[in-house]
């Protein structure tokens, strides 16, 4: 594994994130309110709404925990800890993930090669969709490390699952372990067979639990279709992600990573259980999944390397 001089918390911690539209100002916002970073730069081609957003996150900074937020430009990168990649066209009505393809396939790659002139050090967080695609462009554009450059993956759609399921069982969400894997997209895939509360099974009925599923599948297309796109969810989970970067948390999210054989599945990008701290992916998890979620996976697998080889 690559390794690198590892910070303390304590010491000054930059989080560059590149795009300033809805999803990246409100990633900047949700990382200012928690205080996750004593420095958050926001960079966009629109130089003119990039100031405005920075200068309505300063207004408010008297009622957050301290910290410097600027517009910023590519040198910013040199002394970053992480890199969140949010820019390109966004998904809009009926459209998925993978309808965006070659258009923000060409805007990563250059986004990439002008984010490691200034820094081969910082970890690559990647939120453009379709997120597994553009995770696998920016690891390759970049040359870094496998573990280095990692996407957000089904970390939202679990996210969805989970609240879906609490909703049901009337419990809080996060007493809840249950979460997709695979492409953060249709073809996702539920691992039933790990699904429970404090070790118990779920205590709802198999069609409640698809039923969960379903709705946490189409949640991006519902959002999208009421206000024309979705933040404040995704922007609550790269904060929290960046949180068990910076202060080398090592905790296990599902995020999309490469893949060199696990689970059967090599040279593709997609989302298993990952352990995550200061050097970006520690480890992927060997889980035990059932044959038809194996099955399921591979299949997702497939899908998200035939959108890659359409832009290769």
Same mark, same amino acid.
């Given at each position: 594994?690559?390794?690198? +001089? ?20 409100? =990633?900047?916002? /949700? ?17 003119? +709404? =990039?100031?405005?957003? $920075? ?5 408010? &900074? ?6 410097? $937020?600027? #517009? ?19 998904? +809009? ?17 250059? &986004? $990439? ?24 462009? /920016? ?9 280095? $450059? ?15 399921? #609490? ?36 205590? &709802? ?13 189409? #949640? ?6 009421? +206000? ?10 790269? /904060?929290? &992600? ?26 593709? =990008?997609?989302?298993?259980? !990952? ?15 059932? !044959? ?8 997702? /697998? ?11």
């Amino acid at each position: 594994m690559f390794q690198r +001089k590892i910070k303390q918390p304590a010491e000054s911690t930059r989080v560059v994130v590149i795009g300033a539209g809805s999803v990246g100002a409100t =990633c900047a916002y /949700a990382m200012l309110v928690q205080g996750i970073a004593s420095e958050i730069v926001l960079i966009d081609v629109n130089k003119k +709404k =990039c100031q405005g957003e $920075v200068l309505d996150l300063e207004h408010g &900074i008297s009622f957050s925990p301290q910290a410097k $937020v600027w #517009a910023g430009s590519y040198k910013d990168c040199k002394d970053a800890d992480v890199v969140v990649i949010t820019a390109g066209i966004k998904q +809009k009505t009926g459209q998925s993930r993978l309808d965006l393809v070659q258009t923000n396939s060409k805007i990563v790659g250059d &986004i $990439v090669r002008k984010v490691t002139k200034y820094t081969k050090q910082a970890v690559i967080l990647m939120v453009t969709n379709p997120l597994d695609v553009m995770t696998y462009v /920016a690891l390759k554009e970049s040359k870094l490390p496998d573990n280095q $450059v990692f996407g957000t993956g089904t970390t939202l759609d679990s996210s969805r699952f989970r609240y879906l399921l #609490a909703k049901k069982m009337d419990i809080a969400p996060d007493s809840i372990g249950a979460y997709l894997l695979g492409e953060h997209g249709d073809s996702s895939v539920p691992i039933y067979s790990h699904a429970n509360v404090m070790g118990e099974e779920l205590k &709802i009925s198999k069609r409640d639990i698809r039923r969960a599923y379903q709705g946490a599948r189409k #949640a991006a297309y519902d959002v999208i279709c009421k +206000k024309g796109s979705t933040f404040y969810a995704i922007a609550l989970a790269v /904060a929290r &992600i960046n949180r068990a970067i910076l202060y080398d948390e090592n905790h296990v999210f599902p995020v999309s990573v490469y893949l060199t054989g696990e689970q059967g599945i090599k040279d593709v =990008c997609l989302s298993l259980p !990952a352990i995550v701290g200061r050097t970006g992916i520690k480890k992927v998890l060997d889980i035990k999944l059932s !044959a038809s979620e194996k099955k399921e996976l591979q299949k997702s /697998a497939k899908i998200i390397k035939k959108t890659i080889n359409s832009i290769k």
